[in-house]
């Protein structure tokens, strides 16, 4: 087996043909070249096993890495400092970390590459404490982080519990190292500062920085957008088009989100001939978010239009326009487009896909379906029920006025209720009037957020209609006693 996939390193590898392919736009022509080379049987090069091998890691060509692995222990090139770098960077990105994590611990000398390529691959594979581990470890080596490190440390305390320390201390180190002036450093930190919502440390590192790239507006503006500062997320765009800088595919997704949570039309408009005029219509990244924004802004034909011109349909744009339709209140042609599609194979529906096909259930009150779809999730389809989709159907037999089913359902599932489906369900007690399960979901809500008006209100309003004034007086009581306030409602409109 392996000497059948190894004949092809059997030929002559010249480092100008191979270098010449790499950099081409299509990272497998670099793997095909470096197969098809005809010439006398001979070794490959380390510079064409560790070509190969970066090939492999960005392709995720398994079977190649493994036997490029495979030919350098035969060859004894496993020492090879380059090259034993390259297979922890294969093995990390392929997703094998602890295949990854014993070549690192088996090399005898180590460089910044090797120590960069394993704190990365943690950091991808969901591991942030084992990249931060590893990264404190390398400090106290003599080996010296790099930009790349750095990038790579602090993309690990994205989604870590209490990780927002270690980014403050690894900002720290990133100016006392000299990085601060790095904008692939500062982007990250940027990034990392506005996942964890402290948007003012994001909005002040991006003022400190001298010459910003596009590299930086994007992490400010996906920050913004992130933290559901939209207007500024569009003003921010706005300048960065003033300074003659082209937005990437990234920008254009990141602004049409920020246009679909504003549901501003216009400016969603403005940016899909953006779109066209660069070229990015193509991208199913774009095409999604702007099925998304016209979704939210109301208009689903043009929503449809997207669709329809998009020649790669994928699950994703699928599963956005029945949420769409399902979001306009067009229930019926959400739930018709999805059997639509599961008549002519054209979809293989995950739970993102069931969460919006119950929505769109919910949205209509199609009970009937809705159970009928949850059910079809484990019978059919093999998927097993998460809690958005627990969330839906709850909602749906609340919303019907079957409370009492609503309610053993959420005994029932293995997950937890949160904060929106207590929420949800006290809004349904609100409209059907029942104290009991009212007072129960507000109970839960108040001990989940003791600081939120809402539930102590809408229980309130429970017992009030009720002639329960008694409770009425108690509830007052509480939110004068605890000095909770409730938020002003306001509005916006949009001038000029």
Known sequence: MIRANWIVFGKICKKDYLRKHSKSASTYGAL????????????????????????????????????????????????NLFLSSALVDFYAKCFAIVDARKVFS???????????????????????????????????????????????????????????????????????????TNNFVVSSLIACYANWGHIGDAILLFGETSEKDIVVYNSMISGYSQNLYSEDALKLFVEMKKKNLSPTDHTLCTILNACSSLAVLLQGRQVHSLVIKMGSARNVFVANALIDMYSKGGDIDDAQCVLDQTSKKDIVLWTTMIMGYAQCG?????????????????????????TAVLTACNHAGFLDKGVEYFNKMTTDYGLSPDIDQYACLIDLYARNGNLSKARALMEEMPHDPNYVIWSSFLSSCKIYGDVELGREAAEQLIKMDPCNAAPYLTLAHIYARKGLWNEVAEMRRLVHQRRIRKSAGWSWVEVD
């Not at 001979?42 to 492999?56: D, G, W």
């Not at 106290?140 to 690990?156: E, G, L, Y």
Request: hydrophobic content about 35%.
């Open 106 to 180: 088996g090399m005898k000398i180590h460089d910044p590459v090797s120590w960069t390529s394993l704190i990365n691959g943690f950091s991808i594979n969901g591991q942030g404490r084992d990249a931060l581990l590893l990264f404190k470890k390398m400090l106290c080596s003599q080996i010296k982080p790099n930009c790349h490190t750095f990038v790579s440390a602090i993309s690990a305390c994205v989604g870590q519990n209490g990780a927002l320390e270690h980014c403050s201390t690894l900002h720290a180190h990133v100016i006392k190292r000299g990085y601060d």
């Open 330 to 354: 067009r229930g019926s042609e959400a739930l018709e487009l999805f059997d639509c599609l599961l008549t002519k194979q054209e979809l293989v529906p995950d739970n993102i896909t069931f």
């Open 32 to 79: 095909e070249s470096l197969s098809g080379i005809n010439g006398l049987t001979a070794k490959p090069t380390k510079y064409v096993l560790c070509t190969a091998l970066t090939s492999c890691a960005k392709t995720l060509n398994w079977h190649l890495g493994i036997h490029i692995h495979a030919y350098m222990i035969r060859s004894g090139y496993e020492d």
